[in-house]
C-alpha cells in the first residue's frame, strides 16, 4: 500500500525550496499566488499596482503547473485564467 506523501516528503525541514520537474519551487509560492490571485479581481486593469501582482502571478504559474495545483483545481476567474493560458 502506498503512504500518503506529507509536506516534508517534498521540502524537509530547513528547507526553502525544491526542483520539481525542473523547476525550483520556493517554499510559499502557492500561498503567494493565491494571496495575488485573490488581489487581482479588485485591482483597476492598467495601474502600476495590477501591472505589479499580474507580474509575479505569472513569475508563480510555472511553480503552480510544477506542483500540479492546475491539474486539480479550476480557476474560477476569467481574468486569472487567461492570465495563466498566456503566462
Not at 23 to 46: C, H, I, Q, T, Y
Request: overall charge negative; aromatic content about 2%; charged content about 30%.
Amino acid at each position: 500500500m502506498s503512504q500518503p506523501v506529507r509536506p516534508e516528503d517534498l521540502l524537509p525541514d530547513g528547507a526553502d525550496n525544491c526542483v520539481i520537474n525542473d523547476v525550483e519551487v520556493r517554499k510559499g509560492s502557492v500561498a503567494a499566488f493565491v494571496a495575488n490571485a485573490k488581489r487581482l479581481d479588485g485591482l483597476e486593469p492598467g495601474t502600476p499596482e495590477d501591472t505589479e501582482v499580474r507580474a509575479q502571478l505569472r513569475k508563480l504559474v510555472p511553480a503552480l503547473r510544477a506542483v500540479g495545483v492546475l491539474d486539480v483545481f479550476t480557476v474560477r476567474s476569467e481574468t486569472l485564467a487567461d492570465l495563466i493560458a498566456h503566462a
